[in-house]
């Protein structure tokens, strides 16, 4: 596996994931994420695969996270489900702590 990030690098990604080899190149000049913030997303796509998007809820890795699954050309609808329950979940932990507290 190969991961260095930005500036027409190519990631390199096992099939069993449900990715493919993709290279790309990015104009960083209006690109919201730092080089930094990417290529730790990249780094724990790259360990933990899939999995790793039900982390997209927190606040200042879970943007990169998808940001990197969709480099990654990770398939959509398995991304929406995946991501869906995450954030379902995060709402109704937030709504029941909003409630315990009124």
């Known amino acids: 596996m190969e991961s260095e990030c930005l500036g027409g690098s190519s990631m390199l990604v096992s099939e069993e994931e449900g990715v493919q080899d993709y290279s790309f190149t ?21 360990k933990y695969g899939k999995w790793s998007l039900f ?7 879970g943007d990169p996270l998808t940001i990197v699954a969709g480099m990654f050309r990770f398939p959509l609808i398995i991304f929406i ?3 869906s329950i995450s954030k379902v979940l995060r709402y109704i932990f937030v709504g029941y702590i909003a409630l315990k507290l009124l």
């Open 26 to 46: 990015t104009n960083l000049l209006f690109f919201p994420f730092s080089k930094k913030q990417l290529d730790k997303a990249s780094s724990w796509y790259l």
């Open 55 to 61: 982390l997209c809820w927190v606040p200042i890795i």
């Open 81 to 83: 489900i995946i991501v």
